[in-house]
Structure formats: C-alpha cells, structure tokens
C-alpha cells in the first residue's frame, strides 16, 4: 500500500512515524508547501513533494491523509476525491465542504474517514460501558463533570500560538477542545438535546475568541454533564468524574489514572485499561500513542472492506452545530432549548 500524506507539520510526521512502526511494507511520501519541512521529512526516508498535483504525477497511491491546518481540508479533500483517493482527514471544526464532499464520496465509492481519536481511548470506552450498564440496570441517569485545561502558549512549544490555526477564530483552541471532546461524550451519554453555555476571557493572550467556556449540556439518555474548557490553565488538565447512585468514575486523561470507586472498601480502585501504552514524551502525558495506532488500523480496515469507521462527516456535522450553538452564547444555548 502507497500513502500519501498532505501536511508535514506536527501531526503529518505522527502519523507517518506510526504508520512505519506498524507495517513496514507500506510506502509513505508527503507533501508540504514548506521547503523546510520537505527537507525535514526527506531526513526522515519519506520522499516529499511541493503539491499534490506533483505527487500525484510521481507516483500511484491508494490512499491519502489529509493533515494540514483545519480550514485548508476541505479543498484538498475535494482534490483527492477527485483523484479517486480514499480520504482520512484529522479534525476539521469547521463544516466547509462537508455536504460536497460527503457527495462526491458517495458518487466515486470512496470512503471519507474522519479522526475522532478520543473514540479509540481505551478509558473513554470503559467510562460509556460502565454508564450504559449501570443506566441499564437500575433505569437512572449519570451525571459528569469534566474540565478540560492547558495554556495555549505550551500546545506547540516550537512555534508561536498566533501563528498556527488556533490562533484563528473560526478554529481556536477553545473549539478544538470541543472538536476532541464532544464526539466521544455524545457516543458515550447520547445526542444533546439542551445546553447553556457561559464564555469569558481571563487571561492576557490577546485571542480573538473566548479563553474559557463553561457548558451544561443534557443528553437523550437523560445524562447531564458540566463541561469546562479552557486555554488558560497552566497546568494541562483533563479530570472527569461520573456518579450516579451506585456508580463513581474518576479519570484524570491518562491510563494509569482511571478509578472506580468501590464502596465495600470506600476507596477509589484502579481500572487498568492497557497492558502497556506508548507516548511521545514531547506531549503532555494524556496524550497516548496507542490511540492514534488503533484509529490507524480501524482507517486501513475500512480501505479493506472489513471494518466501519467509528466516526462519520455525517456525525461530526451534528457535534460541529453543537459547538457552533455552544459559542453563539446563551441565547443559542437556553435551558430546554435543543442545539
């Protein structure tokens, strides 16, 4: 299999080091407009070219990743749908192009496979079974309460947060969080159908958007959640407790530290949900490797015709209307009112 990888920037050399590390036999090139980051990826064995068009006229590939900044994806997905190239693209936290595009996959017969990495958690997998099952049980709800937290300055030491897309308005590190978070928690507590949200600005980052947003949200399954999401924390967090009348979880973002709470003893057990992870210690330390690898594999099952993909343009396009309602303020949000 031959790979072709748009975006050699922080995430398109991730992915291609992931890619080698789980099957050597797949060939993997890139292309980045970026002279230095070229001479960077031809460093690393990945040959690299200056457009898509030029790569395309190099080499045959059976596939594309799509790992350029967010508001740049839509017209590179149309481009590689219009080479016949199925498509997996990072995150997009706009809408741009979804419905033209979600179009042209279905006419050519490509699959179009989105990142929603947190669904290949093994944590958050283990927090929606034991809340599916305890709801199951005993006919109650659950409630949570999760804040999500790290100051923007630190997300990409090596460069200036002004000058890559969290800085933009249309794709602050604020929506991102959302873009990450959301999925996993409607796949886990259902479709939102009410939220009030309250926006501030607390810090002196100087961005074009709110720094730190507190959100209530109630779910179809009767599940109520408090969601604080943030840029500011120096710190980066990311602490999530569940609980309902017979069932406690706490997860604080990382695979050592995943508890429940068992009252026999009165003592939080821990839940371990991997017997071994990788990371990248240029990350902080909720950032599992292994995450990426399965989302990877479950990409190269769905290229076999074998597997499904666990997150679809049509699914995202509902949590990208959530997290458009959410910024638009209490008005968007009121209690009651579905986003």
């Known amino acids: 299999m031959q790979l072709l990888i748009v975006g050699l920037g922080s995430m398109g050399k991730r992915r291609a080091r992931l890619i080698r590390g789980m099957d050597g036999a797949i060939g993997v090139c890139g292309v980045d407009s970026a002279p230095g980051r070229r001479a960077e990826a031809a460093d690393l064995g990945i040959p690299a070219y200056a457009s898509i068009g030029e790569a395309a006229a190099a080499r045959r590939f059976d596939a594309a990743l799509v790992c350029t900044a967010p508001l740049s994806h839509a017209g590179i997905i149309t481009q590689l749908l219009g080479l016949g190239l199925p498509v997996f693209t990072e995150l997009n936290l706009v809408a741009d192009g979804y419905a033209q595009n979600m179009a042209l996959a279905k006419q050519k017969g490509l699959p179009l496979f989105l990142s929603s990495t947190m669904l290949y958690r093994r944590e958050t997998q283990y927090i929606k079974q034991q809340a599916a099952g305890f709801c199951a049980a005993s006919g109650r709800p659950v409630n949570y309460i999760y804040h999500i937290g790290q100051y923007l300055p630190d997300w990409h030491p090596w460069e200036n947060y002004k000058d890559f897309f969290v800085g933009s ?23 939102v159908t009410a939220l009030h949200a309250e926006r501030d600005t607390i810090s002196a980052l100087g961005l074009p958007y709110p720094d730190s947003v507190f959100v209530t949200l109630r779910h179809a399954s009767g599940a109520k959640g408090m969601l ?4 500011v ?14 069932l406690h979880l706490f997860w604080e973002g990382n695979p050592r530290a995943l508890y429940k709470f068992d009252a026999a003893s009165g003592e939080k057990q821990p839940v371990n949900t991997y017997a071994a992870f990788e990371h ?11 995450a990426y690898v399965d989302e990877l594999a479950n990409f190269f099952g769905v290229l076999a015709g074998r597997e499904s993909p666990r997150w679809s343009f049509a699914q995202d396009l509902e949590v990208l209307r959530l997290i458009d309602a959410i910024e638009g303020g209490a008005a968007a949000g009121e209690e009651g009112a579905a986003p």
Do not use: H, M, Q
């Open 169 to 191: 308005a249309r794709t602050g590190g604020v929506r991102e969080i959302f873009g990450i978070d959301l999925p996993w928690l409607v796949d886990a507590f259902g479709p």
């Open 228 to 231: 604080a999401a943030d840029v």
């Open 233 to 246: 924390s120096p710190k980066a967090v990311r602490n999530f407790e569940c609980f309902g009348e017979g």
């Open 280 to 290: 990248d210690p240029r990350y902080s330390d909720n950032v599992v490797e292994n």
